[in-house]
């Protein structure tokens, strides 16, 4: 009996270490399986992640606009900032417009007239240019971007200076249409290099006049040759945001140009001296033709109500936007030879801003100022660069303070 229990315990034994043994080798499988099963998962996620977009659009960052005092207040604590930094009206919004806008609040549950008939109307009155060559947006951004959406393919190619209007990168590569950044030079655009650039397939040419974020401008001869030289099938878009600002001789009216080309555009603002960036309303005037394409392709009712009455009466109120003019001319002079005293180098700017290359790298220097309650400008690609609105006489002794002691440390 002794040894048939020695027998059976032994065999219980082999049978406990075959079933043990078993067990661990369908739990290895079991967890090869699972791990399988989160791989394939994973790669199928991954893979339908990266089909939903083009890989120009995977590459893209969302565009940084300048902080909010809001959201300076959340982070710092600061309660009193002044933002020096989107290049907006430091005098605020024509009383005009303010005025108009109230009395079509309780109308907001109309659509927009989706024509924006009477603001064409004042603005072919304004420009001398016919109605049908005139086509507002939301924001001149939008018209930019409706542009190459309109007129460009990835067979297509773009040419842009850089650092240019952020716009020009972003509206390419969401499009997914080949560019050529041409570098500035001496902080300006280089036309002659711009039109070397220009290949068979190219179909946009854009330059921002003045330059954002630098300032600077293309004089009109200078302009005038590009425009010119330029094969006839390529469309120039002259980006003229900043243009009622601009106080040089030799600064172009790119209106004025529209003879010496057929595809010319001009695209404008109601964001800046009119005071009017949080409504965004813009415009373009270009040939009938470009203009009926871009109107095919424009969303409905993409200018509101609220929008058009504001920019219609601000393009009427002249001694406002005369008023913006003469205060920024002003503290840009005096803003600009401040900087300079403190060791610094401004580019010449015929904009409501100024870009200033610091002593040294920008970001302390842009982070130590928001600690301060001043918030600037960084500009992507060179280190040492900060672009400054030009603000009210108070506000520019503010930011001349504390970059002065920002500058010492």
Known sequence: MCERRLRHQRLSGGVNKYLVGFRQRQIRAEKLAIDQAIL?????????????????????????????????ARELGVTDAIKLASNENPMGPSPKAVLAVQQVLSQLHRYPDAATYTLREQLSAKLAVPMNEILPGNGS???????????????????????????YRLASLSHGIPFTAVPLKRLTHDLEAMAEAIQPNTRIVFIANPNNPTGTHVGKS???????????????????????????????DGLALRHLRERLVITRTFSKIYGLAALRVGYLVAPPKLVDYVNRVRAPFNVSTVGQVAAIAALGDDEYVQQGRLLNGAERR???????????????????????????????????????????????????????????????IRLLGALAGVLKS
């Open 222 to 252: 200078a302009l005038e040759k590009f425009l010119r030289e330029v094969p006839p099938e390529v469309i120039v878009v002259l980006d003229e945001a900043y243009i009622e600002y601009a106080d040089a001789p030799d600064f172009p």
């Open 40 to 72: 394939w998962r994973l790669w199928y996620e991954a893979k339908a992640v990266m089909s939903l977009v083009t890989a120009s659009i995977e590459s893209l960052a969302p565009y940084e606009a300048g902080k909010p005092v809001e959201e300076l």
């Open 334 to 396: 005096k803003l600009t030879n401040s900087l300079v005293a403190l060791g610094c180098k401004v580019a010449p700017s015929q904009a409501n801003f100024v870009f200033v290359q610091l002593p040294c790298p920008a970001k302390g220097v842009y982070d130590a100022l928001l600690r301060q309650g001043v918030i600037t400008r960084l500009v992507g690609g060179i280190p040492n660069g900060l672009r400054i609105t030009v603000g009210l006489a108070n506000e520019n």
């Open 141 to 167: 951004n939008e018209l930019l971007e409706l542009l190459v959406g309109t007129f460009a393919t990835p067979g297509h190619h773009i040419v842009f200076a850089e650092p240019a209007f952020v716009v």
